[in-house]
């Protein structure tokens, strides 16, 4: 983003606005950049321009995919994107990733790692948005599904880390939530992993090739008893599960054949509209509870106040609830 564009958000905004519903990825990408800015004005023009592309009319399909580091994520995303551009539908990739502000990478910082995918005229990939809280991220990761959606993209896929929360978030802004998973090392039915297992649509075993088919199938087997033990999702869908090979190709179709029948069983059935609808408001609320945090942070002197009071509460000179009531009066 240059300064002038900053300075001026209004005269450039409609220029913005204009390119980006052309379709031009740099304007996407500009866009992006313009909604994750923490800046107070870019933050009045991101609402103007996130306000004036909501798109009514395009159905898309958004997929989130999970798994923990080295599973396949990107090698299958880049299988999985090239076989849909050559299905004629334009994708986009974005990503979550928790660890990015510790590490100043990202998961998908280096494009190398979708290299076909990347050079694709169909397809925008876009690093990993950092930022100090998770829920920041997710906000931004929403506003730029909604952009993507209004550049002429039909699918757009998050990728998260399997690593807990962020896919909790990740779940809540798409249509179909994938999980890859690895065979072997029997942990993997415990702990954790019960919970995303839980939340997945689909569950698909990758690097099921040469010698490790006949772990994979094994695997196969367990999840599927596991998953049929869970009560009926909301979208009262049985949860597949596969086996691919993201590097040879292999069971790629038919991933994108489930994701086809899942789309309509959910069209048929109204969860797909009311998913998005529950999705939409669930953000709203989310964003009112951000709001509400940094206006009360904020606040002339509140930290030294909070300061003060955390000495008070800890030597039992003052009650929790006398302390938070009189930082609200102050
Ligand atoms: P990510 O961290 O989940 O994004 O995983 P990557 O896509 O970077 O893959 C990690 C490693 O696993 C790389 O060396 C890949 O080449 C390899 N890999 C990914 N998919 C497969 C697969 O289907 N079969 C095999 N044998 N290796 C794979």
Known sequence: MDSTFRRTPNIHLQDLINGLLQGNRIFLSRAITLVESKRADDKVASAELVDKILNTERKTLRIGITGVPGVGKSTFIESFGKM????????????????????????????????????????????????SSLGGVASSTRESILLCEAAGFDVIIIETVGVGQSETI??????????????????????IKRGIMEMADHILINKADNDNLKAAKHAKDDYWNAV???PPNDADWVVPVGLCSALEKNGIEEVWSEIENYQSHTAKNGWFEENRKRQAIKWFHERIHARLE????????????????????????????????ELFNS
């Open 84 to 131: 849909l551009t050559e299905k004629g539908k334009k994708v986009a990739v974005l990503s979550i990733d928790p660890s990015s502000n510790r590490s100043k990478g990202s998961i998908l910082g280096d494009k190398t790692r979708m290299d076909e995918l990347s050079k694709d005229p169909n397809a925008f990939i876009r690093p990993s948005a950092s930022g």
């Open 294 to 325: 940094e206006i009360f942070y904020s606040k002339p002197m509140i930290k030294e106040e909070i300061k003060k009071r955390e000495e008070l509460i800890s030597s039992q000179k003052l009650s929790v609830r006398k302390a938070v009531e």
């Open 228 to 230: 049929h033990l869970f």
């Open 170 to 191: 990740v779940k809540d802004m798409v249509d179909y939530f994938l999980l890859l998973m690895l065979a072997g090392g029997g942990d993997e039915l415990q702990g």
